[in-house]
């Protein structure tokens, strides 16, 4: 068992672009939930429509990459606003079921085969993200490699990090300072009592439509970020589990902390990855019986996943603040 | 109250009777549940900058009433003016920006909010709730300052200074009233309704509640609230608007509103089934 | 002949989710491989709409002079793959005449497309499969879509049903439920199969008695602990979610992500009655449902056991307060809500096939069904359910079946945008 290449691979992946695309899917969540109480189940919407819409920009209309960063930014807010004019009044558990069936609305038009001309349908899109990449400061030749032993990325990988990483950090920096603000006292109230807020004069739609917008939008650059990442899009990549995902990162994390959403988000990929890799260890050991080794062999995703589904119930039960959040602000339940 | 004769003074004691300067005027104003009138009035008004009490049995229609005044629910049919505007069909958010300020039975303490955050939400037109001046601390700082001084007097009044960083989710149940109430009162209110004050608040923080009350009043705050004890509203109480199954039974001063046969029999018959349960 | 039209959306594996698994979600990139050796490929994937999948075509290959690379058949996942020599230009045809009866090429399509390839890539071509519009007379067609959506209804509503008096009673919102209604069907396939090889009707009691068993043990084990523990509304959610990710994984684990079928009843002849063409099988799930639907509705109005639970739906401090043992009946739901939520997957996997992800895609239908009756209430999930089931199929009257789960989530949004407390919920009285 080499459990140096276990961790290293696991680090991998936790700073790798997949953790910093859900850090962001977990800071727009805090946004929505955490500050402001909005039961979001179609997270994922937001992010596949940032994805798309870059992806549909290039590929299909022809347009520069930062043109379809724009569409795709735009149209996370659009749906953000679609979805909220009409359903923020709802009660918290049917806004959750709401925005989770508009997630999975998008996905199956997106992904349908009417679509083909213009999003490639079921079929992913792919496009050319050369405008992106011209911008790579890092080396990027066939023997570029950065970091040591199995640490270790590519050129164009590392501007990728470098980038998403930079977003990261300037978008929860802006996150702390909204939410520090008084207005950002104004979506807590809403989160804990949306009457009380009310009678004190607070306009609480306005706020949650914005909290919602900004969420999303966040999203929304996590999306964008997955398609210049990947060049393109695919309608699997967008399953309603990738929100589960990110409230899995978000409850690791903290809820409503300013460094939960983007802790959780690292911690969750290194676990994954920890576990991916052992598993992958393990099945090539000569001692293993080779029916549990066959067992095993193949299933260390499946294994993975079932784990972040035991890591949430566990997590609910023996922390349900989070790495870095306050135990006795969460049981001041109501 | 004692320095000079009040206008209210001159009013009539009778069911609808125009006062000298409404801030609050109601007219056939209903709302049934189930069939059920829960609140039917034909003319009431309420009269600025003195401190009224709504009373009545359980299931008078109180709370029913403020609700429909502020907003959060919606009339079966009726108009009603606050401050000489209309004010039907105005979402409570709108009302509370014009004036109407109210508080809750069942306490709305924010509990994942210190109490000095409760308080300072209280406080009306701030530049920081503005999406676009939130994230610049210098377009907002200024006025933030103001209102936390504010909030520290407030809080200081009502014996809260010592709890001002606790999360208000720590609070008992007679705290949270009196931050209930601070916070209403930061919002600057013309008109402030409370929905029964004084109940779980101990004694001696309910005698120092009914003073800043009166106070209120003296300031030129209009005061209405809602409460149960004939004893605490009597002494309080410019006027007393009594409600009986929704409908306005009596109205008047105090001395005059005992001793009205109707209330006796409709609110006093009431109490001793009360304190017989 | 009539019948086949509107079947074929059913009759092929509907294996949606195959491609769910859990490592593609999005690959770590702690595994990527280096793209030089890779091979040069053609591949395809035939289905009708997004989730029904062609096996058995013939897809052949063939270079730019005519040279036959390659003959394949698609597989269960309607997945075709060819190797190519290297880069150049290639002829994929499409053979018609493997294609089941009721389906032909989409307007737009040829049987034969030319493409070009890169070396060490793979490339897609698509062939779009859809169902033939025959001559069928549009009333017929609207009679047997009306059957098909009565089904589907039917099984979303003996699912909902259980939903809904789990929620009605305990006020829990189990996104887990798709993962009971999975594992019913998972657990009659091993019963009919390799656990002994008992005929349907045999192996589908056993399940329901397995599924009741395992609800009481999620209760007792479970959700009576957390209750205990007074846990939010949204951490419950949380754990809900946290369990269904667990328990498809669990199912994925040892049941496969491959589709597969009950041993008994695959092939049946058509009945025709009047302008409906339906198999014994179909008849009878509507049948069975129906009844035990009535039967359920009629012991939850009438039965000592369905009035308490109705107590405790309503006030459970005060139906403890008068006798009734809350513990017991709270059991009691759980045992009914799984056993109904596991025969909604028995009998699903009856009309489609059986795969861990069978549950999970019907749990947004089911929602939508206990929502658009009004949540909690046992009379307004059927109603709800049907509705939803109808309008699903009715849908692919006028759209491409792909689409026919847009339709009733997008009702459901409508819905509860017009009348938030669902058709026939009553509108709860504010503060």
């Known amino acids: 068992m080499e459990f140096d290449i276990i961790i290293t691979n696991a680090a991998r992946a936790a700073v790798g672009p997949e953790a910093l695309i859900l850090a962001l899917a977990a800071i727009g969540l805090n946004m929505h939930f955490g500050y402001t109480g909005l039961l979001n189940f179609g997270q994922v919407g937001f992010m596949l429509l940032g994805a798309y819409g870059t992806s549909v920009a290039v590929a299909t209309f022809g347009w520069s990459l930062w043109l379809g960063v724009l569409l795709g930014l735009i149209l996370a807010t659009a749906f953000a606003i679609t979805l909220g004019l009409p359903t923020l009044r709802l009660h918290a558990l049917l806004f959750a079921i709401v925005t989770i069936a508009a997630a999975e609305i998008v996905r199956i038009l997106v992904g349908s085969t009417d679509a083909i001309g213009l999003t490639g349908g079921p079929l992913s899109i792919s496009f050319d993200a050369g405008a992106f990449y011209d911008l790579n400061p890092y080396p990027d030749g066939p023997n570029d490699r950065y970091g040591a032993g199995t640490f270790e990325f590519t050129g164009q990988q590392l501007w990728v990090m470098t980038v998403g990483w930079t977003l990261v950090a300037l978008v929860s920096v802006g996150v702390f300072l909204l939410v520090r603000s008084p207005w950002?006292?104004?979506?807590?109230?809403?989160?804990?009592d949306q009457d009380a807020a009310r009678s004190l004069g607070k306009n609480v739609f306005t706020y949650?439509?914005?909290?919602?917008?900004?969420?999303?939008?966040?999203?929304?650059?996590?999306?964008?970020?997955?398609?210049?990442k990947t060049s393109g899009a695919d309608p699997n990549g967008f399953r309603p589990q990738v929100t589960f995902f990110a409230y899995a990162a978000l409850l690791l994390g903290g809820l409503a902390t300013y460094i939960g959403p983007v802790l959780g988000a690292i911690l969750f990929?290194?676990?994954?990855?920890?576990?991916?890799?052992?598993?992958?260890?393990?099945?090539?050991?000569?001692?293993?019986?080779?029916?549990?080794?066959?067992?095993?062999?193949?299933?260390?995703?499946?294994?993975?996943?079932?784990?972040?589904g035991l890591a949430l119930i566990l997590l609910m039960l023996f922390r349900p603040q989070g790495i870095v959040g306050s135990r006795n602000e969460m049981q001041l339940n109501g | 109250m004692v320095e000079s004769v009040q206008p209210i003074l001159t009013v009539p004691a009778e069911v609808g009777t125009p006062k000298p300067n409404p801030i609050l005027v109601v007219d056939c104003l209903e709302r049934s549940f189930d069939g059920l009138k829960a609140v039917d009035i034909d003319h009431l008004e309420i009269e600025r900058g003195v401190v009224t009490s709504l009373i009545g049995p359980n299931g008078a229609g109180?709370?029913?009433?403020?609700?429909?005044?502020?907003?959060?629910?919606?009339?079966?049919?009726?108009?009603?003016?606050?401050?000489?505007?209309?004010?039907t069909h105005t979402s409570p958010d709108k009302l509370a920006r014009r004036g109407m300020i109210r508080t809750f039975q069942l306490t709305k303490s924010l509990s994942k909010l210190t109490v000095l955050d409760n308080v300072l939400l209280g406080a009306p037109d701030q530049q920081g709730e503005r999406l676009w001046a939130a994230p610049f601390q210098s377009k907002w700082q200024q006025q933030e300052q103001a209102n936390r001084q504010r909030a520290e007097e407030l809080l200081e009044r009502f014996n809260l200074t010592h709890m001002c960083h606790e999360l208000a989710g720590t609070l008992s149940g007679g705290q949270r009233k009196l931050l209930e109430v601070a916070r209403a009162l930061m919002a600057n209110p013309v008109l402030i309704m409370l929905d029964e004050p004084m109940a779980g608040v101990n004694?001696?923080?309910?005698?120092?509640?009914?003073?800043?009350?009166t106070q209120l009043a003296f300031e030129g705050v209009s005061v209405v609230f809602?409460?149960?004890?004939?004893?605490?509203?009597?002494?309080?109480?410019?006027?007393?608007?009594?409600?009986?199954?929704?409908?306005?039974?009596?109205?008047?001063?105090?001395?005059?509103v005992i001793h009205d046969e109707a209330v006796v029999d409709a609110y006093l018959g009431g109490q001793q089934e009360n304190r017989q349960r | 002949m009539v019948g086949l039209t509107f079947s074929a959306a059913l009759a092929w594996p509907a294996s949606a989710t195959a491609q769910n698994t859990a490592d593609s979600d999005a690959p770590s990139i702690g595994n990527q491989q280096s793209s030089d050796e890779q091979a040069t490929l053609l591949e395809g994937t035939l289905r009708v709409g997004f989730e029904q999948y062609v096996a058995g075509v013939t897809i052949s290959v063939s270079d730019s002079v005519g040279n036959l690379i390659e003959k394949t058949i698609t597989n269960s996942h309607g997945q075709w793959l060819v190797q190519l020599p290297g880069a150049g230009t290639y002829t994929v045809t499409l053979d018609e005449q493997t294609l089941p009866t009721e389906l032909k090429l989409r307007e737009g399509y040829e049987t034969t497309t030319t493409v070009t390839t890169q070396q060490g890539t793979s490339r897609a071509v698509v062939f779009a499969v859809g169902e033939t519009p025959q001559g069928a007379a549009f009333g017929e067609r609207v009679a047997q879509t009306m059957f098909n959506g009565l089904k589907f209804g039917l099984i979303i509503a003996i699912s909902a049903l259980g939903l809904s008096l789990i929620y009605g009673t305990t006020g829990l919102v189990n996104f887990a439920h798709g993962e009971l209604v999975t594992f019913g069907a998972?657990?009659?396939?091993?019963?009919?199969?390799?656990?002994g090889g008992l005929n349907l009707l045999a192996a589908a009691i056993v399940a329901t008695i397995v599924c009741a068993m395992l609800g009481a043990g999620l209760e007792k084990g479970v959700f009576r602990p957390l209750r205990q523990k007074r846990l939010g509304i949204f951490q419950l959610v949380v754990v809900t979610i946290g369990l269904s990710l667990l328990g498809r994984q669990i199912m994925q684990l040892f049941f496969g992500a491959e589709p597969r079928a009950y041993n008994d009843f695959q092939i049946q002849q058509r009945w025709g009655i009047g302008p409906w063409e339906v198999t014994p099988r179909e008849l009878m799930s509507v049948a069975v449902i129906t009844v035990i639907l009535i039967a359920v509705a009629f012991s939850l109005q009438r039965t000592r056991f369905g009035k308490a639970i109705r107590a405790v739906s309503d006030n459970s401090s005060l139906a403890e307060a008068s006798g009734i043992n809350v513990n017991r009946i709270v059991v009691l739901v759980w045992v009914v809500g799984t056993a109904l939520a596991g025969?909604?997957?028995?009998?699903?996997?009856?009309?489609?096939?059986?795969?861990?992800?069978?549950?999970?895609?019907?749990?947004?239908?089911?929602?939508?069904?206990?929502?658009?009756?009004?949540?909690?209430?046992?009379?307004?999930a059927i109603a709800g359910s049907l509705i939803i089931g109808m309008s699903t199929e009715l849908s692919t009257l006028w759209l491409s079946p792909e689409l026919k789960f847009v339709v009733p989530l997008v009702t459901l949004i409508g819905v509860l945008l017009l009348r938030p407390q669902g058709l026939f919920g009553v509108k709860a009285r504010v503060g």
């Open chain 2, 226 to 256: 809602i409460e149960h004890a004939m004893e605490v509203v009597t002494g309080l109480s410019d006027w007393i608007v009594v409600l009986a199954q929704g409908q306005v039974i009596a109205e008047g001063p105090p001395w005059k």
């Open chain 2, 62 to 87: 109180k709370t029913t009433l403020f609700n429909l005044l502020s907003g959060f629910e919606q009339a079966d049919k009726g108009r009603w003016q606050f401050d000489g505007q209309p004010a």
């Open chain 1, 269 to 308: 990929w290194f676990l994954r990855e920890l576990i991916e890799s052992f598993l992958r260890q393990l099945v090539a050991q000569t001692w293993l019986p080779d029916a549990i080794a066959n067992f095993f062999d193949g299933a260390e995703g499946i294994i993975s996943v079932g784990m972040v």
């Open chain 1, 208 to 228: 949650k439509l914005q909290a919602l917008v900004i969420g999303g939008l966040i999203a929304g650059l996590g999306g964008v970020l997955d398609a210049i």
């Open chain 2, 203 to 213: 004694p001696a923080l309910g005698q120092s509640l009914m003073r800043h009350i």
């Open chain 1, 184 to 192: 950002g006292r104004v979506l807590k109230s809403i989160r804990e």
């Open chain 3, 343 to 380: 025969l909604g997957g028995i009998f699903q996997g009856l009309d489609t096939d059986i795969d861990p992800f069978l549950g999970f895609q019907l749990l947004l239908l089911i929602f939508a069904g206990v929502e658009l009756g009004g949540l909690g209430t046992a009379y307004g």
């Open chain 3, 186 to 195: 998972i657990i009659a396939w091993y019963f009919n199969t390799s656990w």
